[in-house]
């Protein structure tokens, strides 16, 4: 009895495989699944239908991949590899059959998902917006396992299967007809009819033209390998993230070698899967999905937005929850306050939607309303106006009689405690921060701050709302800074210490990049804007012993604001920093990159300890997803954790004896791991 795959047979003889993972809501590659599936081949090829049609019964999509969680619980390389090697022989079974075979997919048809398709002779793909096809295996510091290298090289040729394969990215099922990689894309309601057609009359499968064939031949591999690892390395180091790398040298050595290029995708697969950047990277993954379980559950399906603010950010979150599909609506003191807004939200349509009645549809959505009248109408309102407490109280005291007694009520806050602002509310207990971070539409985290009387009701409803608009919701408590701009105001005030003592800017921002940080923190300073980094450091600094360096005060009192006003620590050049080179002989400090870092650690510890957020993986998980720190290295407490708490302990004072107080112990290094 199968627990995940059931089957039917219809009147002209073709088998429809139903796949339906028992007790989840998504379909995923678990070892008892393919066990399952091998069970179901087997009978068929003795039973020899028509043809095959896999499909799946589950609303999120074909199949997500392989099931993660074992790839924690492999022991070995070689359980890995002969895990794998299993994997190959049950495709190989399917695209072996003597019958057509068809993927069906609807929805996500991800990693293992989509090696299962292409061991299927033709796929045929709903061309609604929930379908999108890829390989996303970078993204755990691995690449395709399950045959993936071979058949998508085969299929599409090797250039577009590598770039498929090395970016990570996802395509929609228009996209993937383009490809070659779905082979139809039809609306849903033609799905059954189109491949009962297709099955009457099966074509010859596809065949990449020659000059994508061409593109993998000996002669031209290497020249082509060495284009990819040099585009590969603008993007990632390849020291800390080695998968891209490992992918072309695996292409490089045995594409158009089927037999020996299985054998290898299995023994290299196998032997990301058991480095530390894989593993960490699997972590951060669960991390991710831990998050987003914290937006379900509430029921809260909010419709309608009205953001007050029309600056940068409050602006931005209006077009983010616009293009999410919400109804928004934009208020600010007069309507030429808003221009801005709307032209930077006019950019973001433009650039993630493709279709002009789709991006017509979001800029319909996103309603200018300087008088407010959106007020009464809106599931959650947002007040995104400028830091100052006076001016936010009066605004909730005009909002509080109009909103409805459900709304959630919510401030997009950096760093003022709620207990302050909701001071003069009758009912403070509906207020919470959804603190968004800078550029809304890359920033994944939201921080959901809460205070000891925060309703129950309105903290779910927050993080519901997160989930909505397809963020990540993190529980934090109210206080000064909340987790992010806490944790990383420290690491951006000892760049600036070390621009004062003549460290050139380039060398503080390429020592960071090489410890793993996506940006380095001279250039995310001047990203961020000089002011507000100025604003936060001023207000943290009134709670916790933190001196704002005086060249920070200096470049705000000169309007040098950063990327935004051309001039910062850098100059900026087509919205470009211009990196001085420094002179040949200079040496930097040997502890350059400690300094920073282990500012930011030690706030991290501070945090965990006052209870900011409740446990060390929430709080790697802030501060990966809100600062973009090192993936790869599992998050700050787990970068103390498998460095050695000891070892860094006394690393830090070695660091407080060389550059002072600044580096002092924080009291909860002493009870980490006794917990």
């Known amino acids: 009895m199968s627990r995940h795959w059931h089957s039917e047979k219809d009147a002209d003889g073709t088998v429809w495989l139903h796949f339906d993972m028992a007790e989840s809501g998504t379909n995923v590659l678990s070892s008892q699944a393919l066990e399952e599936l091998d ?95 890829g390989f996303p295996e970078v993204r755990l510091g691995i690449f395709p396992g399950f045959g993936g290298t071979v058949r998508s090289t085969r299929l599409l040729g090797a250039l577009p299967a ?18 070659g990689l779905g082979g139809m894309a039809v609306p849903e ?24 064939q061409a593109a993998g031949s000996p002669l031209l591999r290497p020249l082509l390998a060495w284009q990819m ?80 603010g029309g600056g940068i950010m409050g602006g931005d979150i209006a077009a ?12 600010d003191r007069a309507p030429e306050y808003l221009s801005r807004a709307f032209e930077r939200a006019d950019k973001l349509f433009r650039k993630k939607l493709k279709r002009r009645n789709e991006i017509q549809a979001a800029a319909d959505r996103l309603i200018p309303d300087h ?14 106006i400028f830091e100052d407490v006076q001016a936010k109280q009066a605004l909730y005291q005009e909002l509080e009689p109009r909103i409805r007694p459900d709304t959630l009520l919510a401030t997009n806050t950096s760093s003022i405690p709620l207990e302050v602002l909701g001071e003069t509310l009758q009912r403070p207990g509906r207020l919470v921060g959804l603190h968004f971070f800078n550029p809304v539409a890359r920033m994944q985290l939201i921080e959901i701050v809460t205070t000891d009387i925060t309703e129950t009701t309105a903290a779910a409803q927050a993080a519901s709302f997160a989930g ?89 009192r000169e309007k040098h604001l950063g990327r935004k006003t051309g001039e910062g620590f850098y100059r900026y050049k087509n919205d470009q920093p211009v990196r001085e080179t420094p002179d040949r002989d200079y040496q930097p400090p040997a502890d350059l990159a400690e300094r920073m870092i282990f500012r930011l650690l030690n706030e991290a510890v501070a945090c965990l300890r006052e209870g900011v957020v409740e446990e060390a993986d929430l709080l ?39 550059h002072g107080k600044a580096f002092s112990e924080d009291p909860g290094w002493a009870s980490l791991g006794k917990v």
């Open 39 to 133: 069970s179901q081949i087997r009978a068929l090829a003795l039973s020899h239908p028509t043809a095959l049609v896999i499909l799946s019964d589950k609303k999120s999509g074909f199949a997500a991949g392989a099931d993660v969680s074992e790839f924690t619980r492999l022991k070995g390389k070689g359980a890995a590899e002969k895990h794998i090697r299993r994997v190959h022989g049950i495709f190989s079974r399917i695209e072996a059959m003597s019958f057509p075979t068809l993927a069906l997919i609807k929805g996500v048809c991800l990693g293992g998902g989509l090696e299962l398709a292409l061991a299927c002779r033709y796929r045929i793909a709903c061309s609604d917006g929930s379908t999108r096809l």
């Open 162 to 179: 590598m770039n498929l394969m090395l970016s990570g990215r996802t395509v929609s099922a228009r996209a993937a007809q383009r490809l």
């Open 189 to 212: 309601r033609q799905l059954r009819a189109a491949t009962q057609g297709l099955l009457a009359q099966p074509p010859k499968p596809r065949q990449p033209t020659w000059t994508q």
């Open 229 to 308: 690892r040099r585009k590969v390395a603008q993007r990632i180091n390849p020291a800390h993230y080695p998968a891209p790398d490992a992918l072309i040298d695996h292409w490089e050595q045995y594409a158009g070698k089927p037999v020996e290029m299985y054998a290898n995708e299995a023994r290299s697969v196998a032997n990301l899967l058991g480095g530390e950047t894989a593993q960490n990277l699997i972590r951060v993954f669960f991390l991710q999905e831990r998050l987003k379980s914290l937006a379900r559950g509430s029921g809260f399906k909010p419709r309608h937005v009205h953001v007050v």
């Open 320 to 331: 983010w929850c616009a293009l999410r599909g919400l109804t928004v609506t934009l208020q």
């Open 371 to 384: 008088k407010a009248y959106g007020v009464e109408k809106a599931d959650v309102v947002i007040e995104a």
């Open 468 to 556: 909505r608009i397809d963020r990540l919701p993190l529980p934090v408590k109210s206080s000064p800074g909340f987790l992010v701009n806490r944790v990383l105001m420290p690491y951006l005030i000892e760049a600036v210490n070390l621009l004062e003592e003549g460290t050139p800017a380039p060398v503080i921002d390429t020592a960071a990049v090489d410890f793993g940080m996506p940006m380095g923190p001279v250039e995310l300073a001047d990203t961020v804007g000089l002011d507000i980094c100025l604003s936060v450091a001023d207000k943290l600094s009134e709670h916790f012993p933190m001196k704002v360096p005086e060249r920070l005060r200096t470049l705000v």
């Open 620 to 658: 790697d998980a802030g501060i990966i997803f809100g600062t973009g720190f090192a993936p790869f290295r599992g998050g700050p407490m787990h970068y103390i954790n498998t460095g050695g708490e000891d070892r860094m302990r006394s690393r830090l004072k070695i660091l407080e004896q060389q």
